[in-house]
């Protein structure tokens, strides 16, 4: 599955951005979408997830309340709506999907657990 994560952006703080995560056709009924990001020097961070089929989703402590992701499944296509962006949230951007009938959830959100990587976006939040 080929996956590209777009939308990025500067953006001042308090401001918003929407990326969009576009990807093949998954061979399997049953898939998890997630968002990670990774800023300068820092790991990359499990953003929050949704699952293909009953729309179950994650988020991080660090965004909840924040963003939204939601899916349109007749497009292959996950977003993620970022409102309240703040400096912290500069980082770049990834989409990655599991293939392997995991549950969309916080165990999940570790690299190993997704099969394939988008390029990422980069998030610029500053003032």
């Known amino acids: 599955v080929q996956l590209q994560a777009s939308g990025g952006g500067s953006v001042q703080p308090g401001g918003s951005l929407r990326l969009s995560c576009e990807f093949s056709?998954?061979?399997?009924?049953?898939?998890?979408i997630g968002w990670f990001r990774q800023a300068p020097g820092k790991e990359r961070e499990g953003v929050s997830c949704?699952?293909?089929?009953?729309?179950?989703?994650y988020y991080s402590d660090s965004v909840k309340g924040r963003f939204t992701v939601s899916r349109d499944n007749n497009e292959n296509t996950v977003y993620l709506q970022m409102n309240s962006l703040k400096p912290d949230d500069t980082a770049v951007y990834f989409c990655?999907?599991?293939?392997?009938?995991?549950?969309?959830?916080?165990?999940?959100?570790?690299?190993?657990?997704?099969?394939?990587w988008g390029r990422g976006t980069l998030v610029t939040v500053s003032s």
């Open positions: 990655a999907v599991h293939l392997m009938g995991g549950r969309c959830g916080q165990p999940a959100m570790t690299r190993p657990f997704f099969n394939s």
């Open positions: 056709k998954v061979p399997v009924a049953y898939y998890v």
């Open positions: 949704i699952s293909s089929n009953d729309g179950t989703t």
